[in-house]
């Protein structure tokens, strides 16, 4: 079997919502304390809706390719699903990665919840900080 199914490889290869959005409403800047790459998120907010939303990364091709699949699966949604978006949903939709790049994933999921939190920010709306605890990468399986 391939290290990476079709789908990494086609995100990896062709990303989507690549670039920068100079109106973004949130913007959500990580690292990743395993390997020290960094990923960035933009988002545009309407009425609750994420409306469009892009990255940069400066990763490796399973961060790209996560984060890719992620701009995907929130744009178009509201926040609060957003927010709910776990790195094992993203995996999932990429049909898997191997297990030493799960913690890639990881970047994509809190650079979604960190857009998050910094349009929450800006715009003065209360939240649970629990809401946006550090993922425990304890818990990975790399
Ligand atoms: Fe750093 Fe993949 S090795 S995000």
């Known amino acids: 079997m391939a290290l990476y ?12 919502n690549v670039g920068k959005l100079d109106d973004a409403d949130g913007i959500g800047e990580v690292g990743n304390a395993k390997c020290g790459d960094i990923m960035r998120m933009y988002i545009k907010v309407k009425d609750g809706v994420i409306t469009d939303c892009k990255f940069n990364t400066f990763g490796c091709g399973s961060a ?13 949604k509201p926040l609060s699903e957003a927010l709910e978006l776990s790195n ?3 995996v999932e939709a990429l049909d898997g990665l191997p297990p030493q790049k799960i913690h890639c994933s990881v970047l994509a999921e809190e650079a979604v919840r960190a857009a998050v939190k910094d349009y929450y920010d800006k715009n003065g709306i209360a939240y649970d900080p629990e809401q946006f605890k550090i993922h425990d990468c304890e818990h990975c399986h790399d």
């Open 88 to 90: 094992q949903a993203v």
């Open 5 to 16: 199914s079709d789908k990494v490889m086609d995100h990896f290869q062709n990303p989507r």
């Open 64 to 76: 790209i390719a996560t984060s890719s699949m992620a701009t995907e699966l929130i744009k178009g």
